[in-house]
């Protein structure tokens, strides 16, 4: 069964730190391009960051860059997102999503992701 399961979710005060993971199984998540999307209360769900298969593609939105960081471990079949500086603004369910790619590169439009976790509630609050 191809299944992405996030976890790492909570509640935190404002410039505080979390770490989402995004466990795949199923399929090898080194062959994938993968995408963190954020839905925040009232709004569409947008891409924060995605990565390309072999780590050299990429693309942030601005309001992230310098605070959040993307990663793999192909080893453990396993995405992370590193949040750091988190700021109320960042509250909502993040999402992971993953694609096969052939090329080194992802793309920021949710319809290009085939595969998706359940989603993991982040609350930025004091």
């Known amino acids: 069964q191809v299944q992405l399961v996030e976890s790492g979710g909570g509640l935190v005060q404002p410039g505080g730190s979390l770490r989402l993971s995004c466990i795949a199984s199923?399929?090898?998540?080194?062959?994938?391009?993968i995408g963190w999307f954020r839905q925040a209360p009232g709004k569409e769900r947008e891409m924060i960051v995605c990565?390309?298969?072999?780590?050299?593609?990429?693309v942030a939105t601005d309001s992230v860059k310098g605070r959040f960081t993307i990663s793999r471990d192909n080893d453990s079949n396993t995405a992370y997102l590193q949040m750091n500086s988190l700021k109320p603004e960042d509250t909502g369910v993040y999402y992971c999503?993953?694609?096969?790619?052939?090329?080194?590169?992802?793309?920021?439009?949710?319809?290009?992701?085939?595969?998706w976790g359940q989603g993991a509630q982040v609350t930025v609050s004091s």
């Open positions: 999503a993953a694609v096969q790619e052939t090329k080194d590169y992802c793309s920021r439009y949710a319809a290009a992701y085939g595969t």
């Open positions: 199923g399929f090898i998540l080194a062959d994938y391009s």
């Open positions: 990565i390309g298969k072999t780590d050299g593609w990429i």
